[in-house]
């Protein structure tokens, strides 16, 4: 189903007993983020906090976070069933977003219902916390959409940011290069022009999947596939400052541009990142400068924590794996990669770590799926390690990868592969700080592997088991010894 707005959403998580309402005050300044972070650490709601400290008077005075915060929230955004396991909603998104659908552009909606220009902008009127003490400041841009607009094709871009408030009116970003918002910048600067830039809090959540999946989307933009996902149309109204579209019923839109002259930049960073460490050192960096506000009438904004450790996991972490993987799944599948299975990245490393399972049809399949993932836009933040599996093989069960990578790969027959010196995640604490320097560099640098964990077709034959690569297994039962157990069990008296 589609949800119209996020209060529809809000009142899905509601009836379903997934939403937990804080009305006693609470305080922005890391108050919000510590019991944010319980929550998260131990699985629990989403939450709704309408009681924060200086902000009882502000034009927004509530705000949600933590919708997407598991796996049957994450079904329900996408109206499967909530007790759809994760190898069925990939296939789902996988299979929708193969055929992007069209938008609607209107006239008005909700979002227009109050328009904030001039001495009216103050992003201090938001409740945007200040999530943890080692923050550069308070992070308004982490559950939000932004939108910008290749100035060559005109078309859009929707992605998923962190920007810092830095001024009243002034949002410090981190911008890589290698993302589709950073190849326009690099477009606008190119021509001498500043980048018109939306930012979208609160809509439909399958807007946020999208936004932080690596689509590929020539001709048409994200939401297209927003359309496809939800099976609905977008409904998009334009900005007030700028020719960019914005869901209509969204809770609150900002407009601004960002300007390519270095004298603009101002400080950003660091921020507590999806690594589960904090990632991007303080340093001048390009800022949105706000131009509009325009939002709904008692506006909820929509902000999460970032960060995933084993055991404590984010918001993002349940909801970015299944996009990234049916994205990574439909690249390799247009690339002409046969016989792809499934696809697979656990949860707490996100994407960094991905998993193709396929049906071997030559030798060297492995390291086609390796080099179709690394050669495209997915890999900015995925693909580090790649791992590829037989059919046999359940990429969702971790013993059977473990098992796969332990004895059918030998690292010495050419089944390890290292590709050195790509760009990579600007955010990865394991790469040396100078070659993460985003304003010099565009992106960070990687070294990437591929784990072939697939049988080895070089193998010679076992002529002793029947002319196979590989012995046969050693942990089943015969047919016929199976049925004679089965018919004595009774007689064992064995309870298991």
């Known amino acids: 189903m589609a949800y119209n707005d996020m209060r529809e959403w809000m009142a899905t998580l509601e009836k379903e007993g997934m939403l937990s309402k804080v009305s006693c005050e609470v305080d922005w300044n890391r108050e919000i983020g510590a019991v944010v972070r319980r929550v998260i650490n131990q699985k629990g709601p989403a939450l709704l906090f ?31 069933a909530k007790d759809t396991p994760f190898s ?3 296939r789902t998104i996988k299979d929708r977003i193969a055929r992007p659908s069209d938008v609607k552009v209107i006239d008005k909606g909700p979002v227009k219902e109050n328009i904030l220009k001039g001495e009216d902008i103050d992003l201090y009127q938001i409740p945007v916390p200040h999530w943890r003490p080692q923050d550069g400041g308070r992070y308004i841009n982490t559950s939000c959409s932004v939108v910008t607009r290749n100035p060559d094709t005109g078309i859009l871009n929707i992605g998923t940011y962190r920007g810092q ?27 001498g022009k500043e980048m018109p830039v939306a930012v979208v809090y609160g809509w439909d959540p399958t807007m946020l999947m999208m936004a932080s999946a690596p689509l590929l989307h020539p001709g048409c933009s994200e939401y297209e596939y927003i359309s496809s996902l939800r099976q609905e149309p977008c409904e998009l109204v334009r900005c007030e400052t700028n020719d960019l579209l914005v869901p209509a019923s969204a809770e609150i839109v900002i407009e601004g541009l960002i300007s390519p002259d270095p004298s603009t930049f101002i400080t950003e960073g660091p921020f507590s990142e999806y690594t589960g460490y904090m990632g991007g050192m303080a340093a001048p960096r390009p800022n949105i400068k706000v131009t509009c506000i325009t939002h709904r009438d008692d506006p909820i904004y929509r902000g999460t924590m970032e960060g995933a450790t084993p055991h404590s996991w984010s918001e993002s972490a349940w909801y970015t794996p299944p996009c990234f993987c049916a ?12 016989g792809v299975l499934d696809v697979w990245a656990n949860n707490v490393t996100e994407n960094t770590i991905t998993m193709v399972r396929i049906k071997k049809h ?7 799926v390796a080099n179709a993932i690394w050669g495209s836009g997915i890999a900015n ?13 359940d990429i969702h069960d971790h013993e059977e990868v473990d098992w796969a990578i332990s004895y059918r790969m030998n690292a010495d027959m050419n089944k390890l592969l290292i590709f050195p010196g790509t760009f990579g995640s600007m955010l990865d604490p394991s790469v040396p700080l100078s ?3 985003v304003v010099k560099y565009g992106q960070g640098k990687w070294s990437r592997v591929l ?13 002793q088991y029947g002319d196979e690569r590989y012995p046969p297994l050693a942990t089943t039962i015969e047919p016929e010894d199976e049925n004679k157990v089965k018919l004595r069990w009774q007689e064992y008296g064995i309870k298991i």
């Open 362 to 368: 030559y030798r060297g399949h492995a390291k086609q």
């Open 381 to 393: 933040y995925a693909g580090k390690i790649v791992i590829v599996v037989d059919d046999d093989i």
């Open 165 to 191: 408030i830095v001024d009243k009116d002034k949002i410090g970003v981190l911008l890589a290069l290698t993302q589709h918002w950073g190849h326009h910048f690099t477009k606008y600067k190119e021509k």
């Open 435 to 437: 070659q993460r320097n």
């Open 451 to 463: 784990v072939d964990a697939t049988i080895n077709w070089e193998l010679e034959p076992e002529m």
């Open 327 to 338: 994205a990574t799944w439909n690249l390799l599948e247009t690339v002409g990669v046969p």
């Open 88 to 90: 069925e909603i990939t």
């Open 50 to 80: 309408d009681n924060i400290k200086d902000h009882e008077k502000t034009f927004c005075r509530k705000l949600f976070t933590n919708s997407l915060g598991s796996r049957e929230r994450v079904a329900l955004a996408v109206g499967s």
